[in-house]
């Protein structure tokens, strides 16, 4: 119920194409749905995030898109570059709930993502 | 602004020793998380806490792993006795207090254990 399963586990595009990273969710009740980024050594950033009230989300070349009847959402790069290259990880949480579950993010397994120049 | 601190970076120990580790949270920061990422995988929730008082620690493994933040600040992550399964990198993170609800975690850049 409270897994995110994220796919694909590795990915190779060329510079200036679009990277497609899929996550898809069981529990109903996830409310908010973060993409990380992380670099080696480093620890995970946020890099664009969405609530199910919309089904997609833009900022720059990042766009999320979110399906709330299939239950899954998208991370799409466009014009990916090499500074990309990293691992990416969906999460999702329940920032609506009190108690135990607030702000609890349950990741997927990572996507490593290498763009060639 | 000073991000999320973490120390040591590294640590390398034999099975059965003890460890610890140390995070300091974004300032005014009520919330803070330690999460295990084994290599390879997504981070794992290891105990919430909210001020100095626990949230969340059901994924715990508590026979051997203890967590305190005792005066609502910094904390600590303690494992004792190491197993070999332990090898991962421990993250601290930190957010705003529950009424911002912004979501966003902020992460240190871990502490890698390696146990041999």
């Known amino acids: 119920q409270q897994q995110v399963k994220q796919s694909p586990q590795s990915l190779i595009v060329q510079k200036g194409g679009i990277s497609i990273i899929n996550c898809a969710y069981e529990?109903?009740?996830?409310?908010?749905f973060p993409w990380y980024q992380q670099f080696p050594g480093k620890g995970p950033a946020l890099l664009i995030a969405i609530r199910p009230d919309v089904s997609e989300k833009k900022e720059g070349r990042f766009t999320i898109s979110f399906n709330k009847s299939a239950k899954q959402f998208s991370l799409h790069i466009m014009d990916s570059q090499p500074g990309d290259s990293a691992t990416y990880f969906c999460a999702a949480s329940n920032l609506n709930a009190g108690g135990t579950s607030y702000g609890k993010l349950t990741f997927g397994q990572g996507t490593i993502l290498t763009v060639h120049p | 602004e000073a991000g999320v601190a973490q120390s040591p970076r590294y640590k390398i120990i034999e099975k059965r020793q003890s460890v610890a580790f140390w995070c300091n949270p974004i300032?005014?920061?009520?919330?803070l998380y330690w999460y295990q990422q084994i290599l390879g995988q997504g981070p794992k929730l290891l105990i919430q806490f909210q001020n100095n008082g626990v949230v969340d620690d059901s994924q715990l493994p508590k026979d051997r792993f203890s967590a305190e933040r005792l005066k609502g600040v910094d904390s600590t992550l303690k494992i004792q006795p190491a197993k070999l399964e332990d090898s991962a990198v421990y993250l601290c993170a930190s957010s705003f207090s529950v009424g911002q609800r912004t979501g966003e975690l902020f992460f240190g850049e871990g502490s890698r254990l390696t146990v041999l």
């Open positions: 300032s005014g920061h009520a919330t």
């Open positions: 529990n109903t009740a996830f409310d908010y």
